[in-house]
């Protein structure tokens, strides 16, 4: 008796060894649904992980999610109320025509197998700058449909031809929520935004400019208090309109990097455990009862039968115990 449970032990921590081992990105992205937790966000926006992820429902009156099949409209309960938020008060006060939603978490955050090194704790969403058609998206369209650009690739300078005072006054509305602690866009949009802005110049300091960010701008909720989640250093005080701006208009930030030494180790990968350790048992916790993935959710929402969750990796997670035996099956309407 003494030796089956001594065996069994022995199992066990083999199976927390080998995940333990493996990269987060393939755990955390292989995983179709939520964590059945008390929402909280867990480590840093880089390096993380979602407990109690909701999902944003792929339609509501003023927004579309896009790229269903990534499954990556998950966030906690505060950033999917952020998006309602936005939303609503883009279309009734800023003649904004509705938000198309990008990525914002995998369903228990964490790292992503592609894309994205944030976007991991489940207060990071990605808007796109291209306004919300006046019809309903069919799947493959939000599949296919590409963004449009607003800056030039080269003078990072708005496109004249795109870019309307709508754009920034939606990013000034996104900027105005308290619960919001920065947002990432092209330089040519932060420098649009500081020449327009007027008097009116506070929620600047909260638009900081970087790499990309052409197409969509990023959110960034900031780490509420209580939660086991990292604060990132408030931005530097000011409007950001001066020098820190004009840096990206030097040839500084765009030097190609040097190459890379030969007989350098790759960087390492994030391990599990290299992420808190809490972030296991949110790997590990059931799902909800009757929650689905996104495609599933939209299917569900036309009325049209429900695909499959994709299962080629649970079942590999459930081989090593890190998924409950039994999933829960999605239901036509569930939460
Ligand atoms: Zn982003």
Redesign the pocket.
């Known amino acids: 008796m003494l030796r089956v449970a001594l065996i069994l032990s022995l199992v066990a921590a083999a199976v927390t060894a080998s995940a333990q081992e493996r990269p987060a990105k393939e755990l955390f992205g292989s995983t179709a649904l939520p964590a059945d937790l008390p929402p909280e966000p867990i480590g840093f926006y880089s390096r993380g992980c979602m407990a109690g992820g909701v999902q944003l429902a792929p339609d509501g009156p003023h927004w579309q999610a896009m790229r269903l099949s990534r499954n990556r409209q998950w966030g906690l309960p505060t950033l999917i109320d952020f998006i309602h938020k936005l939303a609503k008060d883009a279309v009734e006060q800023d003649g904004w025509p509705g938000l198309l939603v990008g990525?914002l978490q995998q369903p228990r955050g964490g790292p992503m197998l592609t894309g994205?090194a944030?976007?991991q704790s489940g207060l990071?969403a990605?808007i796109w700058l291209t306004p919300m058609p006046d019809r309903r998206l069919t799947e493959r369209e939000r599949e296919d449909m590409s963004a449009i650009a607003v800056v030039e690739p080269g003078p990072h300078e708005v496109k004249r031809s795109v870019w309307t005072p709508a754009h920034g006054r939606l990013i000034r509305r996104a900027a105005l929520d308290p619960r919001v602690e920065r947002i990432?866009v092209a330089p040519g949009i932060k420098k649009e935004l500081c020449a327009t802005a007027g008097d009116d110049r506070s929620w600047l300091r909260k638009v900081r400019p970087y790499y990309g960010h052409n197409y969509?701008f990023?959110v960034r909720l900031s780490c509420p208090p209580g939660a086991r989640c990292r604060k990132q250093s408030p931005p530097p005080p000011g409007d950001g309109c001066g020098e820190p701006l004009q840096w990206w208009y030097t040839a500084e930030p765009y030097k190609p990097a040097p190459p890379p030494d030969p007989d350098a180790p790759p960087p390492p990968e994030i391990m599990l455990s290299g992420l808190p350790a809490a972030c296991r048992d949110v790997l590990t916790a059931p799902a909800p009862a009757g929650a689905m993935t996104m495609r599933q959710a939209f299917a569900a929402s036309l009325g049209k039968p429900i695909p499959e969750a994709p299962a080629r990796v649970a079942a590999e997670l459930l081989a090593e115990g890190l998924l409950p035996a039994r999933l829960p099956r999605p239901r036509p309407n569930g939460r």
């Open positions: 990525d994205h944030s976007h990071d990605d990432f969509h990023h």
